[in-house]
């Protein structure tokens, strides 16, 4: 059997961004987990060397990261079809949603089970050094799975972190949940936006404003979403704004994704969740980046590095917990100076190379449902 490659319909700006955002999440944990007193999560750590969380430190911010991707979904799911007025391929991409994301969490399930049944994982004798709540707790899993079950952690990855949002075996898989429900929705309301775009400008944008509203009221993690979804709506197919006004878009949008405080941000007396001021500057990248072509030599890296975001994002709590955690016990056995920041490149350049075969796993996958999606096609044409 011959497999489709299918083509390529990705903006590769944001593919790299999508990287990008992937490592500052690596950063973010790992500051979290061995370096805490930085972080100002923490109650039981002075204040007054904290970083996280400052406006501008965008580098460091993983929650911000996490909203770039929601609102990076939201966009890319949306754009294609809402450019050629193509309904037929919402209904491809619902079709491949589910086994497109289980595939990968699946496999990162069976992964953190095998880790546990051969005591691979060493988070707990590090965080009796870095005293972090975050790593003690196996990355904030709630709860730390204490069974081990391969069967549990089958069907984690199949099924329950979608729609239960379970991700005990690998907290990152938390995001899979409201990616899995908001990308249905997405669906949804873009074959809303076909439906209407000749014969109302606004009614689009006002169906858009007001399920965000309606979201909004049960969680902040959902309008991003929507929001990605305007900007696939109103942004033309080429950008309209010059050179220098796309450099101060994107600079000030990367100076909003450095913010995190779980108070929000007050602005005129009104506290707005920091998912909102996130979500803002992550807009702003996308349209200071939608359209640029990139030179062959960029392209490539940020090919790369988009291929390499979900893999990464998806193991990396694993490898920082095992083998992350074991360098950093050697190292601080050895009196080693700095081996927290030695310990972290080792730790994010191991996770790079661990998930090259990931690739090569989820492309094949990916390819597979390419080819099953083109056979119902097929036979749907005939008929």
Not at 59 to 77: E, T
Not at 110 to 139: E, G, M, Q, V
């Amino acid at each position: 059997m011959s497999l489709p490659q299918e083509k390529s319909q990705r903006i590769e700006t944001l593919e790299g961004l999508r990287g990008l955002a992937a490592i500052v999440v690596f950063f973010f944990h790992w500051i979290l987990g061995f370096l805490p007193q930085l972080s100002g999560i923490f109650p039981n750590f002075p204040k007054e060397n904290v970083i996280v969380g400052k406006l501008g430190l965008f580098f460091l911010n993983g929650a911000g990261a996490v909203v770039f991707f929601f609102v990076l979904s939201g966009f890319v799911l949306s754009r294609r079809s809402i450019l050629n007025n193509n309904s037929e391929q919402i209904g491809k991409n619902f079709l491949k949603r589910w086994p497109r994301l289980a595939f990968p969490t699946t496999v990162a399930a069976i992964c953190s089970w095998i880790l546990f049944r051969f005591n691979l994982y060493n988070y707990h004798d590090a965080a009796l050094i870095t005293k972090s709540p975050w790593l003690a707790s196996f990355a904030s899993a709630s709860p730390v799975p204490v069974d081990h079950s391969i069967w549990d952690a089958l069907t984690q990855g199949l099924f329950y972190t979608f729609y239960r949002g379970d991700s005990y075996y690998d907290s990152s898989m938390w995001t899979m949940h409201y990616e899995f429900l908001a990308s249905l929705l997405i669906f949804g309301t873009t074959l809303l936006i076909i439906s209407y775009k000749n014969s109302s400008k606004l009614f689009p944008i006002l169906s858009i404003l007001i399920i965000s509203i309606i979201l909004f009221m049960y969680s902040p993690w959902y309008p991003p979403f929507l929001f990605g979804l305007l900007l696939a709506y109103v942004l033309p197919e080429k950008s309209k704004i010059n050179k220098i006004g796309n450099i101060f878009i994107f600079v000030f949008g990367l100076y909003l994704l450095g913010f995190y405080s779980e108070k929000g941000m007050i602005i005129f007396g009104t506290a707005f969740a920091y998912q909102y001021v996130d979500m803002v500057g992550s807009m702003l990248l996308i349209i200071s980046c939608y359209d640029i072509v990139l030179t062959p030599k960029f392209s490539k890296c940020a090919k790369m590095l988009g291929e390499i975001s979900f893999p990464f994002y998806l193991l990396h709590v694993l490898v920082i917990c095992s083998f992350g955690s074991w360098f950093y016990i050697t190292l601080k056995g050895y009196d080693i100076p700095h081996a927290s920041f030695i310990s972290c490149l080792v730790t994010l350049f191991s996770t790079i190379l661990i998930s090259v075969p990931f690739i090569v796993l989820n492309n094949r996958w990916v390819n597979l449902l390419n080819y099953w999606i083109s056979l119902i096609d097929k036979k749907n044409n005939q008929y």
